[in-house]
């Protein structure tokens, strides 16, 4: 009697387990807001950043070391162009305090060390690299969030989660699953598929700032930057980001 009714417990049905609830791309996106520091990251008006990069060429060795790299931005109110050319930026690298190049736009007219740059070429430069921005618009009206199956980045997991601003253009985002810091920006280019991964976060004075930026197109590294320094909403020079600014900025 015993072994039969043992066998009838086996065989009658078992209760699913409960599922833990999935969340979905806009959840994990908000989520992802506040890891960066909520309204002063999404809302902040500028950006200056401080450190050292290295870039490389055809060979293992390194092509070029910049010990001195800085980036200077004022950013857009709303960005919907997710790889256009908005806002303005700076950005100067020199070794042994020699310069090697500058780059820069007003929002409009890019500039080099050698003056203008046409539009053309200019479209192409910024469409390799701007697209991490679009992640502080993402929540607004005409923007589709959409989350991918989970990946990790650097060993840790994340969600991956597709941003498509109004114009149609996708930009793939990793997200830490633990922490929320945004560990992954991807999107296609003229030069080819492009990734940057962020890593060696700090939070200080409600910023979180990726103190390691690692970029590749089509699987291969390109450079690699170290943030040391930074300041946020500081005082820009005037100037800074005008075309005839093609010399190399003070300090």
Known sequence: MTMRLALVCLLLPVPALAQPAEIDARTIVARAFEAAGGERWAKARSLELKGRAVFYGAGPPPRAVADDYRMWREFEDVRTNAHGEAG?????????????????????????????????????????????????????????????????????????????????????????????????????????????????????????????????????????????DWKVNAPVASGLFQPSASAAAPG
């Not at 007219?109 to 430069?125: L, Y």
């Open 88 to 228: 303005e930026v700076r950005i100067e690298a020199r070794s042994g305090g020699k310069p090697m190049f500058l780059v820069g736009s007003d929002g409009s007219v890019s500039f080099n060390e050698k003056g203008i740059i046409p539009k053309a070429e200019a479209d192409r430069f910024w469409a390799n690299n701007f697209g991490f921005g679009v992640i502080r618009s993402a929540l607004g009206p005409g923007f589709g969030l959409e989350r991918l199956p989970d990946d990790q980045v650097g060993g840790h997991a994340a969600y991956m989660v597709r941003v498509t601003d109004p114009a149609g253009t996708a930009t793939l985002f990793g997200i830490d699953k633990t922490s929320h810091f945004i560990r992954l920006a991807g999107f296609a280019t003229p030069s080819g598929w492009h990734v940057r991964t962020y890593d060696d976060f700090v939070v200080a004075d409600g910023w979180t700032q990726a103190r390691t930026v690692t970029l590749y197109y089509n699987g291969v590294i390109a450079n690699q930057v170290f943030w040391t």
